[in-house]
């Protein structure tokens, strides 16, 4: 009989270890080799030899995913009217909320749901918008679109403005965005890309290509290390610059 202690674990069991010992290693993740060992005592000699003889790890390429293209001026213009030709009062406020928010101030995801009609005030010789949750913070709307959004939070009062009373609902725009598409010609509407019109026209206003240009600076995540430490000013400053003033 084999009194050797990895007869006693299966072969999955090994399989299962050392793969996850291969990940940890991977990612540098020492306190996980070491769970690992923790949790399968009898392979402790065999991952304690591969963390030793196993090469340092290197650098792991990270896909980049590309941002979505910004509506046109046409474009937008029509899902507007699309906005506007809803069957109800309801679904035409919610629905040009949902434009103002999305391309009037980047909102998406849980920024974009959790917008009630108190959120959105008229302050700093602009319109703005308190989000709230992981990242809270004051986004100026763009002047063209502060009509959509002021009537919206008016109509929806302490409401929500894209959605109704169940706050952690991850759906609660898709019936809004299903009803704003115009066939070939005018695809769904993408959440993404009214944020890309937003970050686009903002761009636009600050000059950002032409320093990116001037830099030779092609990632924006280096514009971010260069910044970090900066101050961004106070509301009124946002409003003047990204195009929020009346």
């Not at 101030?105 to 949750?133: K, N, T």
């Not at 986004?139 to 959004?149: C, G, I, M, N, S």
Request: with cysteine; hydrophobic share 45%.
């Amino acid at each position: 009989m084999c009194l050797c202690p990895l007869s006693r674990v299966g072969p999955r069991a090994i399989r299962c270890a050392l793969e996850r010992a291969d990940r940890a290693l991977h990612l540098g993740r020492d306190e996980e080799l070491v769970a690992c060992g923790a949790t399968h005592p009898a392979l402790g000699p065999l991952l304690l030899a591969k963390r030793v003889l196993s090469p340092a790890p290197g650098p792991i390429p990270l896909g980049r995913e590309r941002a979505k293209a910004p509506y046109s001026e046409s474009e937008l213009a029509a899902y507007l009217a699309l906005a506007d030709a809803q069957p109800t009062v309801a679904r035409r406020q919610r629905a040009s909320g949902l434009i103002a928010l999305g391309a009037g101030a980047g909102l998406i995801g849980a920024d974009l749901r959790l917008v009630r009609g108190g959120d959105v005030i008229e302050r700093s010789g602009g319109v703005l918008v308190v989000v709230r949750g992981r990242s809270p913070r004051v986004v100026p709307v763009r002047a063209e679109l502060h009509p959509r959004a002021l009537d919206a939070a008016r109509f929806v009062g302490a409401g929500f403005i894209v959605r109704g009373a169940e706050p952690n609902r991850r759906n609660v725009t898709s019936p809004l965005i299903a009803s704003l598409a115009g066939g070939g010609d005018l695809p769904r509407l993408s959440l993404a890309r009214l944020r890309s019109t937003w970050v686009s026209r903002c761009a636009a206003d600050i000059g950002l290509a032409t320093l990116m240009a001037a830099a030779g600076v092609r990632c924006s995540q280096r514009l971010g290390d260069v910044v970090a430490d900066l101050d961004p000013g106070d509301e009124a400053h946002a409003v003047r610059l990204l195009g929020g003033g009346r």
